[in-house]
């Protein structure tokens, strides 16, 4: 009787670990970190050139399939705002650079602030945020305070809707 219950504690303390380990390192409220990317076009941006609007930050990849399944909701929620000043600045986390490009072009995420993590996972901003698995996503206020992470596209959109309602 002991041991299983040795046993079941042990197997929770490993479920919370493991839960814990794939958290990412902000959540809701935190203030989103500064990093520079070098864009798809070769120029450099900073995280912080989004303050000031709504932004989200997305770490996908070419080869993730819920991420490519959400990459045309987000496509459709970033034309809707746009014109209000809501960017998405998507992090590719990939191996292969004409994979990432072409999955941009398919996928019809038409936004200018594409960056491209070589290394994955192990990658500066992979490991700033503690990005253990893609999609993961961070929606800003214009102060860059996290509104809320991993939020689906419809939340996402609603969200929008009702903090931009009226600009």
């Known amino acids: 009787m002991i041991s299983r219950i040795g046993l079941l504690?042990?197997?929770?303390a490993i479920a919370v670990l493991w839960y814990r380990y794939r958290q990412p390192n902000f959540r809701m409220g935190d203030k989103a970190p500064d990093f520079?990317?070098?864009?798809?076009?070769?120029?450099k941006a900073q995280r912080s050139d989004l303050d000031g609007h709504y932004a989200l930050l997305q770490f996908w990849g070419s080869w993730c399939g819920p991420c490519r399944a959400e990459n045309p909701a987000l496509a459709e929620i970033y034309q809707r705002f746009q014109?209000?000043?809501?960017?998405?600045?998507?992090?590719?986390l990939e191996a292969n650079e004409k994979?990432?490009?072409?999955?941009?072009?398919?996928?019809?995420?038409?936004?200018?602030w594409h960056a491209m993590e070589p290394h994955s996972f192990s990658g500066g901003i992979s490991q700033m945020f503690n990005i253990k698995s893609i999609p993961t996503t961070f929606l800003l206020d214009p102060d860059a305070t996290i509104i809320d992470v991993n939020m689906p596209p419809e939340q996402i959109e609603k969200t929008l809707s009702e903090r931009l309602a009226g600009r």
């Open 36 to 43: 520079e990317v070098t864009l798809i076009d070769g120029c």
């Open 99 to 112: 994979s990432w490009r072409r999955a941009i072009q398919q996928d019809g995420m038409v936004w200018p």
């Open 83 to 92: 014109q209000q000043g809501f960017s998405i600045m998507s992090i590719g």
């Open 9 to 12: 504690l042990l197997a929770v």
